[in-house]
């Protein structure tokens, strides 16, 4: 944590950034906790792998085609991806549809 909060800023000052200025400074903080690296080749047949076997969980639970309204929007315009999960099906929806990376609240730990 102390590597994080070399900088401090006041909180006056950080209510006078505008959004781009904040996410800027928020990205260097995060930075080495991200991983910049491209996926090696054989993670990624593991995901195609496992990209296949939701599409199986789904059409073995009666889902035989699942139609889509409207398109998926393109990774530069909306890199997040959020679910409400209306039914038990959506996450291997959402696997067999576009690969997300999971996410949980650090309350979900405990």
Same mark, same amino acid.
């Given at each position: 944590?102390?590597?994080?909060?070399?900088?401090?800023?006041?909180?006056?000052?950080?209510? %006078?950034?505008?959004?781009?200025e904040?996410? %800027?400074?928020?990205?260097?903080?995060? +930075? *080495? !906790?991200?991983?910049?690296?491209?996926?090696?080749? #054989?993670?990624?047949? !593991?995901?195609?792998? @496992?990209q296949?076997? %939701? +599409?199986?969980?789904l059409? =073995?639970?009666? =889902?035989? #085609? !699942?139609?889509?309204?409207?398109?998926?929007?393109?990774?530069?315009?909306a890199?997040?991806?959020?679910?409400? *999960?209306?039914?038990?099906c $959506?996450?291997? =929806?959402?696997?067999?549809?576009? @690969?997300?990376?999971? !996410? %949980?609240?650090? $309350? *979900? @730990?405990?």
């Amino acid at each position: 944590a102390e590597r994080v909060n070399k900088k401090k800023y006041p909180k006056e000052k950080v209510l %006078a950034m505008s959004e781009e200025e904040v996410i %800027a400074i928020a990205s260097k903080k995060l +930075r *080495h !906790i991200c991983w910049y690296r491209p996926m090696q080749p #054989w993670r990624r047949k !593991i995901l195609i792998g @496992l990209q296949l076997v %939701a +599409r199986g969980v789904l059409f =073995f639970s009666g =889902f035989i #085609w !699942i139609d889509i309204d409207g398109e998926l929007a393109p990774k530069e315009e909306a890199p997040i991806l959020v679910s409400n *999960h209306v039914s038990m099906c $959506e996450p291997a =929806f959402m696997v067999s549809q576009c @690969l997300p990376a999971p !996410i %949980a609240a650090a $309350e *979900h @730990l405990k």
